[in-house]
């Protein structure tokens, strides 16, 4: 079972900021927290990944709390491209685990 | 390079018939994966692979089995078909472990009647 808690959907307007949030409540100490999204008809694609800093990419940002409980993917402009599955999961040492995710519809 | 590719994109099984769905990746990675995706559920591990000659179950590997020949080439058999296995089929490879991202094929549609 998934180990991650994930809204099952959010809506956004285009061009706004779309913050995604999951829940890591049983991680270790050195899982990281990965990212990625599905779009329609398509295999995921990796967003972002992190272990306890923030971290920027050309995609996304992802805040990570102090805690590690809880991280938050930001979408800085959301496009109607980005509307997608969105899943959070954990891994070190062993293979990703995917929630069902979150379904972040984009509304023009 | 062509990234992780799938090999059917589509099939149709009748209950009882067996088939191998290949996966080949074209980036040297060690690791790869099956996943399957059933309706409006995210996606469970089936089998992986750390390594060539090596697997390892994952959550749901009841009812498959693959083997890891080449270190290109990840293959998921159904020895025989069940119409609980109706599902989209993902392979993934990575470079190494979970620090490292996933790359995933463009699926298998797979129904079985």
Same mark, same amino acid.
């Given at each position: 079972?998934?180990?991650?808690?994930?809204?099952?959907?959010?809506?956004?307007?285009?061009?706004?900021?779309?913050?995604?949030?999951?829940?890591?409540?049983?991680?270790?100490?050195? /899982?990281?927290?990965?990212?990625?999204?599905?779009?329609?008809?398509?295999?995921?694609?990796?967003?972002?990944?992190?272990?306890?800093?923030?971290?920027?990419?050309?995609?996304?940002?992802?805040?990570?709390?102090?805690?590690?409980?809880?991280?938050?993917?930001?979408?800085?402009?959301?496009?109607?491209? /980005?509307?997608?599955?969105?899943?959070?999961?954990?891994?070190?040492?062993?293979?990703?685990?995917?929630?069902?995710?979150?379904?972040?519809?984009?509304?023009? | 390079?062509?990234?992780?590719?799938?090999?059917?994109?589509?099939?149709?099984?009748?209950?009882?018939?067996?088939?191998?769905?290949?996966?080949?990746?074209?980036?040297?990675?060690?690791?790869?994966?099956?996943?399957?995706?059933?309706?409006?559920?995210?996606?469970?591990?089936?089998?992986?692979?750390?390594?060539?000659?090596?697997?390892?179950?994952?959550?749901?590997?009841?009812?498959?089995?693959?083997?890891?020949?080449?270190?290109?080439?990840?293959?998921?058999?159904?020895?025989?078909?069940?119409?609980?296995?109706?599902?989209?089929?993902?392979?993934?490879?990575?470079?190494?472990?979970?620090?490292?991202?996933?790359?995933?094929?463009?699926?298998?549609?797979?129904?079985?009647?």
């Amino acid at each position: 079972d998934a180990k991650t808690t994930q809204p099952n959907s959010m809506e956004s307007n285009e061009e706004e900021p779309v913050h995604l949030p999951c829940n890591h409540s049983t991680i270790s100490g050195t /899982d990281y927290i990965h990212w990625y999204r599905q779009l329609p008809s398509q295999g995921p694609e990796y967003v972002i990944h992190g272990l306890t800093s923030n971290v920027n990419n050309r995609m996304a940002s992802l805040a990570i709390a102090e805690d590690r409980k809880s991280s938050t993917l930001i979408l800085h402009r959301a496009t109607l491209r /980005d509307a997608a599955v969105y899943y959070c999961s954990e891994s070190g040492n062993t293979p990703l685990v995917f929630g069902k995710g979150t379904r972040l519809s984009v509304i023009a | 390079n062509a990234g992780v590719t799938q090999t059917p994109k589509f099939r149709v099984l009748k209950t009882g018939q067996s088939m191998t769905l290949l996966c080949a990746q074209d980036m040297n990675h060690e690791y790869m994966y099956w996943y399957r995706q059933d309706p409006g559920m995210g996606l469970r591990l089936i089998h992986y692979s750390v390594g060539e000659g090596t697997t390892a179950k994952g959550e749901v590997p009841d009812g498959y089995n693959v083997s890891r020949l080449k270190k290109q080439n990840f293959l998921l058999g159904l020895e025989s078909a069940a119409p609980s296995q109706t599902s989209v089929y993902f392979c993934a490879s990575s470079y190494s472990g979970g620090l490292y991202e996933q790359y995933f094929g463009p699926g298998t549609r797979l129904t079985v009647t």
